[in-house]
């Protein structure tokens, strides 16, 4: 028996969400039922993260068992045949018996992106979150340092408690500005990861920990773009966080503009 692991891009749109769902069609059972097709194998597959409805994945990782005797390097392009043009497998590998996509992660980033100006876009309706007022870029980056760190999250997650710890570390959070679309690629947007091109109309958001609460990313986006309008100070955010309050945070972002860009494993740190 292998362990086989595949890193997954999707656009979440038509989608109810990563995980199988009795309400509609999920990433999950589409790739699981790509696998039954090519390998004859029924299989229950681990992801490393359950991303909502609308959200999408750069790089979502996932591992399953099987007895196909179909070489790694060749099931990705075996796969693909079997999936919608939405879900594409970019890459496939065999891991170690021990090896588990969502309990083996140690850091995953997620990016969300906005798009900064007053007319909107037919195109990118379904990728961004349009926001026409023009967004403060330093204050949200000041804001944004409040998350550094290890904190009890729980003012940022929706239907508290949803986990057995709400606690968490924060290793990046970061703001930046461009004027090109370069959001589709799994790389850090930017060399420093806070490029700032004031013409610019795409403002992301990059975050990385050691994992995320139910809405933790929109509920931290949508808290951030508050201050941005200038409705809060940036110093309001770890007064937000100190009373551990979802009420007292900014509304929910759209899923639309959020992505899962990678997941992290020991081999890799």
């Known amino acids: 028996m292998r362990n086989l692991r595949l890193t997954i891009a999707y656009d979440g749109t038509n989608y109810v969400g990563w995980q199988v769902q009795p309400n509609g069609?999920?990433?999950?059972?589409?790739?699981?039922?790509?696998?039954?097709?090519?390998?004859?194998?029924s299989v229950r597959i681990l992801a490393a993260g359950r991303t909502d409805s609308g959200v999408h994945a750069l790089g979502q990782v996932v591992s399953?068992?099987?007895?196909?005797?179909?070489?790694?390097?060749?099931?990705?392009?075996?796969?693909?045949?079997?999936?919608?043009?939405?879900?594409?497998?970019?890459?496939?590998?065999?891991?170690?018996?021990?090896?588990?996509?969502?309990?083996?992660?140690?850091?995953?980033?997620?990016?969300?992106?906005?798009?900064?100006?007053?007319?909107?876009?037919?195109f990118l309706g379904r990728f961004v979150w349009p926001?026409?007022?023009?967004?403060?870029?330093?204050?949200m980056r000041a804001a944004s340092q409040h998350l550094i760190g290890t904190h009890d999250f729980r003012c940022f997650e929706s239907h508290w408690p949803n986990k057995a710890t709400s606690v968490r570390t924060i290793f990046e959070a970061k703001w930046g500005r461009s004027t090109t679309w370069s959001m589709w690629e799994p790389a850090a947007v930017g060399s420093d990861g806070e490029s700032d091109d004031q013409s610019g109309?795409?403002?992301?958001f990059e975050v990385v920990a050691d994992g995320f609460l139910y809405n933790m990313v929109r509920a931290i986006v949508g808290t951030l773009v508050k201050v941005g309008r200038g409705r809060w100070e940036p110093d309001r955010v770890r007064t937000i966080i100190d009373q551990q309050d979802r009420s007292q945070a900014g509304e929910t972002a759209p899923a639309c503009g959020l992505y899962l860009v990678n997941v992290e494993y020991p081999d890799q740190s």
């Open 25 to 41: 069609t999920s990433v999950q059972s589409v790739v699981e039922s790509a696998i039954e097709k090519l390998t004859g194998e």
């Open 64 to 122: 399953f068992p099987t007895n196909s005797r179909i070489p790694a390097d060749q099931f990705r392009r075996g796969l693909q045949n079997f999936l919608p043009d939405d879900v594409v497998v970019r890459e496939s590998c065999d891991v170690g018996p021990e090896f588990h996509a969502t309990y083996s992660a140690v850091r995953k980033r997620y990016r969300y992106v906005i798009l900064n100006r007053r007319e909107g876009d037919a």
């Open 131 to 139: 926001v026409r007022q023009r967004l403060n870029l330093d204050h």
């Open 201 to 204: 109309s795409f403002l992301w």
